[in-house]
């Protein structure tokens, strides 16, 4: 049951998280209602199949009316103006080199199932904003650089989201999917733990993350502390102001390296400099940036 409706009272902060999937024989798209009342978080887990209706209904089911969603992270390329595009964005430039490339880098949203991942996403987005048009539901304004859109909609990527958490020498090879290993290494050693008490001191969670054993549902609850992340300003962002970002949990849960910096970081400042370069891709790949806490992190 939803916590909102077992409190009846008082504010309880929504962040919506969705893992989008496009398969057309099953459920694929998990999505996740992550609530936050006071020190009290919980979350309600769905899946839902690519018939807008049904996926319309879904939210429905998931959301109450009335709702403010605080954040909405999706798990897909997202653009400025929730436009389509057909070339290899800058995020997925800085994904795709030096340890990232054998750490879960995204799909190339150039290619045929990148191109799927961005349409459905943004269908999606745009279903969510259609929500507050019709006075279902609002959605938090914008206060992170360059937002695709005035409300809080964001792009967030669980492999990566999950990654940048793991210590250089935990990481396991990689014979099936990434963000489920990432997502056990990350609740055994107590890195979502670490996550939440950074973004909401002294939380109590009222279930445990073992219990969440689907992969959509394990997904869409990342994108949902995305979400909360961003609406608390503790976040990395990558990528560039027309093409969008993928937004990162706060670098002080980042994991080590063999350096003083996290591996991650190491990384990212790397690619920066190489993706600037462009030699040939696209232009807005020289606009690549990183952002920590709003705030330019070169």
């Not at 969603?69 to 800058?90: K, Q």
Request: hydrophobic share 40%; with cysteine; charged share 20%.
């Amino acid at each position: 049951m939803m916590l909102s409706k077992i409190l009846g009272m008082g504010v309880v902060e929504h962040f919506l998280g969705i893992d989008v999937g496009y398969s057309r024989t099953r459920k694929s798209t998990g999505l996740c209602l992550l609530n936050v009342y006071g020190g009290v978080v919980s979350w309600d887990l769905l899946n839902v199949g690519t018939e807008e209706h049904m996926r319309m209904n879904n939210l429905r089911s998931l959301i109450p009316r009335g709702s403010v969603l605080e954040a909405v992270a999706i798990d897909g390329p997202l653009v400025s103006g929730l436009n389509l595009v057909n070339h290899y964005r800058t995020s997925d430039a800085l994904l795709s080199r030096g340890a990232f490339r054998f750490r879960g880098k995204p799909g190339q949203t150039n290619i045929p199932s990148g191109q799927l991942l961005h349409k459905h996403a943004t269908k999606l987005a745009k279903l969510v904003v259609g929500m507050e048009t019709e006075g279902y539901l609002s959605i938090s304004r914008s206060t992170h650089n360059n937002p695709v859109k005035s409300q809080r909609i964001l792009e967030a990527f669980p492999n990566v989201f999950l990654a940048v958490m793991l210590n250089d020498a935990e990481f396991p090879v990689l014979n099936r999917d990434a963000s489920d290993r990432f997502w056990e290494i990350a609740v055994n050693q107590r890195y979502l733990d670490m996550l939440l008490e950074i973004l909401v001191p002294g939380a109590v969670i009222e279930s445990t993350w073992a219990e969440v054993v689907n992969h959509d549902h394990r997904a869409a609850l990342v994108c949902a502390l995305a979400a909360l992340a961003v609406s608390k300003n503790r976040y990395v962002a990558i990528g560039d102001p027309v093409d969008g970002d993928v937004f990162l949990p706060p670098v002080e849960t980042w994991g080590s390296g063999n350096r003083e910096e996290p591996w991650a970081q190491v990384e990212l400042h790397r690619n920066v400099k190489i993706v600037r370069q462009n030699k040939g891709n696209h232009p807005n790949h020289e606009k690549a940036r990183l952002i920590l806490d709003g705030r330019s992190w070169e």
